[in-house]
């Protein structure tokens, strides 16, 4: 079965930085689209950025230039370099596989990134 168990979160102040990570387990990883989707409060879920195994990626147009997602396909990681966070960047983060429909669970806990004064 697939997981996927995030971490780096944390609280910073406006203009921060954060690098989340993400282990992955129980799939083909290294032929794998994978993504960082967020979660607000009171907001629906939304993709953040997204790598194809090529090493393509795409973002979300609001963290274009600021946010940079990477893989190691020989560790089964992916990871979301965050810089020059703003406050809109708060939110739960969660990593998956993405299907060509949308993302493949199951979600993990996810992991909590604060961006405040």
């Known amino acids: 079965q697939a997981r996927f168990v995030e971490s780096g979160g944390g609280v910073v102040q406006p203009g921060g930085s954060l690098r989340l990570s993400c282990d992955v387990s129980g799939i083909i990883f290294s032929v794998a689209v994978m993504a960082w989707y967020r979660q607000a409060p009171g907001k629906e879920r939304e993709l953040v950025a997204s790598?194809?195994?090529?090493?393509?990626?795409n973002y979300l147009e609001p963290v274009k230039e600021r946010f940079s997602i990477s893989r190691d396909d020989a560790k089964n990681m992916e990871s979301l370099q965050m810089n020059m966070l703003k406050p809109e960047d708060t939110g739960v983060y969660f990593c998956?596989?993405?299907?060509?429909?949308?993302?493949?669970?199951?979600w993990g806990q996810g992991t909590q990134v604060t961006v405040s004064v």
């Open positions: 998956t596989k993405q299907g060509r429909l949308g993302p493949i669970g199951p």
């Open positions: 790598i194809s195994p090529g090493g393509r990626s």
